[in-house]
C-alpha cells in the first residue's frame, strides 16, 4: 500500500491507502488549522490574540470554539491538561493537531474504505490493512529507538491510538507535579480523547491516571519515570503480545512511543481498572 508523507505542524503526516486526490485534501485540512492556531506565524489568529492585537472576544467562533473545547478537557482530567503556558499564553496545540487528523479523517472517509492516518505520534484508521488484517500500530521504547514493545491492533470501535512522551522532542510538557511518566499511549475510539489523555498522563501522576481509566472508556499503556510499567487490561495484551525488534512495512511506529523490553504484569488491583508492573530496564 503506497506511503503519501508531507510535513505540517512540525511534524510529519503519513497516509496509507489515500490517492493523491485525497492526500491533497488532507494536507489542505491541516494547512487550514496551522493557519489559524499556530503561535510559530505572527499573522495566525492565535498569534494575534498572544500578542494582544486581537481581543479572544473578537476572534473567529471557531477559534473561541476549540479554547472552550480545550477548557472543558481540563476540567475533565482535573487539570493535568491545560490550553495554557506557564506565562498564560494560550495555546491549543494540544487539541488542534488531534482536530486536524479528525477532520482529516472526514475527508478520507468521504473517498475510501480503508485508510490510516499518522502524524507526530497520533493515529487514526478507518476499516483493515488488507482483508482480515487489522491496521496495527507499534509502540517503541523511548529509551532505545529501534524496539517495538508493543503492537496496538485497532479493531471494532477503536480507531485511534495517541503517544505523548519525552523521548524525541524532550521535556516540551507543561507539568503541574515531579515527572511520574516519561511517556503513555492511549487506545480509544476518536483521536481527540485519544491525543488529549496522553498528554494528561505525561502530565499528570499517578492519580491522575487512575481517575482517567476509572470509567473504562479507554486503554491506556503508561511508562513511569521510576521504571514501572501501568497498563489497562485492553492493553497490557498489547505488550504480552509484543513482536521482536525488526521492521515490519504492516506496522506504523507512532513518533513518541513505548518503554522497556520485558514488562512482567502484575494482577490488577481490586480497586483500580489500571495494572501496575515492574519492568527494569537492561
Do not use: C, N
Amino acid at each position: 500500500m503506497t506511503v503519501r508523507t508531507f510535513e505540517t505542524m512540525g511534524t510529519v503526516v503519513s497516509l496509507r491507502g489515500a490517492t493523491p486526490e485525497m492526500a491533497a485534501g488532507v494536507r489542505a485540512v491541516f494547512a487550514d488549522h496551522d493557519r489559524r492556531y499556530s503561535l510559530y506565524d505572527p499573522s495566525s489568529v492565535l498569534s494575534r490574540v498572544a500578542d494582544g492585537s486581537l481581543r479572544l472576544a473578537d476572534a473567529p467562533a471557531e477559534v473561541r470554539d476549540v479554547y472552550a473545547l480545550a477548557l472543558d478537557w481540563r476540567q475533565r482530567t482535573g487539570g493535568a491538561f491545560t490550553p495554557h503556558r506557564p506565562d498564560g499564553v494560550i495555546d491549543l496545540s494540544g487539541v488542534v493537531k488531534a482536530l486536524a487528523i479528525r477532520d482529516a479523517g472526514a475527508v478520507l472517509d468521504g473517498a475510501a474504505d480503508d485508510w490510516m492516518i499518522s502524524a507526530g505520534g497520533d493515529v487514526l484508521v478507518r476499516g483493515q490493512h488488507r482483508p482480515d488484517t487489522p491496521w496495527s500500530v507499534g509502540i517503541v521504547d523511548p529509551a532505545r529507538r529501534d524496539t517495538v514493545v508493543g503492537i496496538v491492533r485497532l479493531t471494532g470501535s477503536r480507531r485511534a491510538v495517541a503517544t505523548s512522551g519525552t523521548a524525541e522532542r524532550g521535556e516540551h510538557i507543561w507539568r503541574r507535579t515531579t515527572p511520574a511518566f516519561v511517556q503513555a499511549s492511549v487506545i480509544a475510539d476518536d483521536i481527540v480523547t485519544a491525543d488529549v489523555l496522553a498528554t494528561a498522563v505525561v502530565a499528570g501522576d499517578e492519580d491522575d491516571l487512575r481517575r482517567i481509566t476509572g470509567d473504562g472508556s479507554v486503554d491506556v499503556l503508561a511508562f513511569g519515570a521510576d521504571g514501572r510499567v501501568w497498563a489497562t487490561p485492553g492493553a497490557a495484551g498489547t505488550v504480552q503480545g509484543a513482536a521482536p525488534s525488526h521492521h515490519d512495512p504492516d506496522i506504523e511506529p507512532p513518533s513518541d512511543p513505548g518503554s522497556t523490553s520485558q514488562p512482567w504484569f502484575e494482577t490488577p488491583a481490586r480497586d483500580s481498572a489500571t495494572t501496575r508492573a515492574h519492568a527494569p530496564r537492561a
